[in-house]
C-alpha cells in the first residue's frame, strides 16, 4: 500500500510564498515521476508540475516562473515553491506518484497514487 501525504498549505496574502512538500510511504524503492496537481470545484484536476527521477521537470505553462518543483534526497518526497502567490492559485493541492517501483520485480507500476490534498487559499 502506498500513502502520499502533503503539508505546507494555508492561506497566504497576495504576492507571497508557500512551500508545499509531499512524502511517500509503503513498500517502495523508487518513484519514476512526482508531481502537483490543482483542482477547484467544479473544474477539473490540473497539472502544476512534474518531476522524474532522473531530473527532468514539467510545468503548466502558465505558473513557469512562479512555481518550482524539485525531488527531495529521499527520492520519494516532493516539494512545490510557490512564489509571488495569485488570488487565482487558491485551490486544494494534491500530490500524485507514478511509475512506483517495489522489490522483487522493480517493474513500474504506471497507477497514479494520490494525496488527499492540501488547502492553498491565497487572499487578503
Known amino acids: 500500500q502506498v500513502q502520499l501525504v502533503e503539508s505546507g498549505g494555508g492561506l497566504v496574502q497576495p504576492g507571497g510564498s508557500l512551500r508545499l512538500s509531499c512524502a511517500a510511504s509503503?513498500?517502495?524503492?523508487?518513484?519514476?515521476?512526482m508531481g502537483w496537481y490543482r483542482q477547484n470545484p467544479g473544474q477539473e484536476r490540473e497539472l502544476v508540475a512534474s518531476a522524474s527521477i532522473g531530473g527532468s521537470t514539467k510545468y503548466a505553462d502558465s505558473l513557469k516562473g512562479r512555481f518550482t518543483i524539485s525531488r527531495g534526497t529521499a527520492k520519494d518526497t516532493v516539494f512545490l515553491q510557490m512564489n509571488n502567490l495569485k488570488t487565482e492559485d487558491t485551490a486544494v493541492y494534491y500530490c500524485?506518484?507514478?511509475?512506483?517501483?517495489?522489490?522483487?520485480?522493480?517493474?513500474?507500476?504506471?497507477?497514479?497514487?494520490w494525496g488527499k490534498g492540501t488547502l492553498v487559499t491565497v487572499a487578503s
Open positions: 500524485n506518484a507514478r511509475g512506483i517501483r517495489r522489490p522483487p520485480t522493480y517493474i513500474a507500476d504506471n497507477n497514479d497514487y
Open positions: 509503503g513498500s517502495i524503492f523508487s518513484i519514476d515521476t
